[in-house]
Nanobody, 124 residues
């Protein structure tokens, strides 16, 4: 069992940056692939970024590639999503996710564990 708690959301102006953090509890954190998803009002959750247990493999949605960076600290049981060059279209609820298989952190229907979410609002 893994429990995930996100933090770092808030309000930022367009062009600004935010860093989201996900703290994981439970054992064998480095066994889990980790991911970030976001959800727009009235829409299904969509993949944003993922990172493998070792940190050696990363993946990004096309919409955030070059602007967002995912990283993890296995000693601290944390995953970070650094978001730069934010625009109003990035406004959403952001969710941390964990899963054993790679598909379980890129497909929202397959995620093993979810955090409670944190809101990001980008003003124009």
């Amino acid at each position: 069992q893994v429990q995930l708690v996100e933090s770092g959301g808030g309000l930022v102006q367009a062009g600004g940056s935010l860093s989201l953090s996900c703290a994981a509890s439970g054992r064998s954190f480095n066994s889990y692939n980790m991911g970030w998803f976001r959800q727009f009002p009235g829409k299904e959750r969509e993949f944003v970024a993922a990172i493998s247990g070792s940190g050696g493999l990363k993946g990004y949605a096309d919409s955030v590639k070059g602007r967002f960076t995912i990283s993890r600290g296995n000693a601290q049981n944390t995953v970070i999503l650094q978001m730069n060059s934010l625009n109003p279209e990035d406004t959403a609820d952001y969710y941390c996710a964990a899963g054993f298989g790679w598909s379980r952190v890129i497909n929202p229907k397959s995620v093993d564990y979810w955090g409670q979410g944190t809101q990001v609002t980008v003003s124009s």
